[in-house]
């Protein structure tokens, strides 16, 4: 079975630093994607990364970056220079790439709190 | 820009009710999906289509069913509403080949009292 653990309920960073949010799965799938979605207070749920298990260069996306180390089935979120903007819940997802029909496995959430 | 909307973004239904969630897409996608959102669960699935007609369970399908008679369409029904099934509801979609991408919808916030 497929899991994803966020450890972190909460998180707060100054204005302009860098956080990272940690992530963790769990599969027996050889072949995945790993996703980063936002969640402003709006509640709509926003696209931000994406990592498949065999791409050997880290994802990037203007100022998010995912950690990927495979052996460690983690998959951790780089947000750098952090804007206020940036105040959200983040979640982890992952699914298999060729079977289930496409459904997303989600961690419980980061809720980040960016300080002025 | 792709377009998921749901009919609601609050609605408020007591016990027992029957009560239809709908969510519309506008990019011609096979893939359909419906999630509820908890603090400290994060999303879990109800259910899945992956084309008119088809539905697939999730994680968390009782007390839940669903209908994709057309394909921009897909439809969670709560056939006796319960107190336990206050959530927000999220419903996605995803493009044939592009396995990385979902789309999500505003979501809807029920409550049933």
């Known amino acids: 079975a497929q899991k994803i653990t966020q450890t972190q309920p909460g998180m707060f960073v100054q204005e302009k630093e860098a956080v990272t949010l940690d992530c963790t799965y769990d599969?027996?799938?050889?072949?995945?994607?790993l996703f980063w979605y936002k969640q402003p207070s709006s509640g709509e749920m926003i696209f931000l990364i994406y990592?498949?298990?065999?791409?050997?260069q880290n994802a990037t996306e203007g100022r998010y970056s995912l950690n990927f180390q495979k052996a460690r089935k983690s998959a951790n979120l780089v947000i750098s220079a952090s804007q206020l903007g940036d105040s959200a819940m983040y979640f982890c997802?992952?699914?298999?790439?060729?079977?289930?029909?496409?459904?997303?496995?989600f961690g419980q959430g980061t809720e980040l709190s960016v300080k002025p | 820009d792709v377009k998921v909307t749901q009919s609601s973004r609050y609605l408020v239904k007591r016990t027992g009710e029957k009560v239809f969630l709908e969510c519309v897409q506008d990019?011609?996608?096979?893939?359909m999906f419906w999630y509820r959102q908890d603090p400290g669960l994060g999303l879990r699935l109800i259910y899945f289509?992956?084309?008119?007609?088809?539905?697939e369970k999730g994680d968390i399908p009782e007390g839940y069913s669903v209908s994709r008679e057309k394909k921009e369409r897909f439809s969670l029904i709560l056939e006796s509403a319960s107190t336990n099934q206050t959530s927000m509801y999220l419903c996605?979609?995803?493009?044939?080949?592009?396995?990385?991408?979902?789309?999500f919808g505003p979501g809807t916030r029920l409550t049933v009292t």
């Open positions: 996605a979609s995803s493009p044939p080949g592009r396995v990385y991408e979902q789309y």
């Open positions: 599969t027996s799938d050889q072949s995945y994607g």
């Open positions: 990592q498949g298990s065999y791409d050997e």
């Open positions: 997802a992952m699914r298999a790439l060729y079977n289930q029909g496409g459904k997303l496995i």
């Open positions: 990019m011609d996608h096979e893939n």
């Open positions: 289509s992956y084309d008119v007609k088809m539905k």
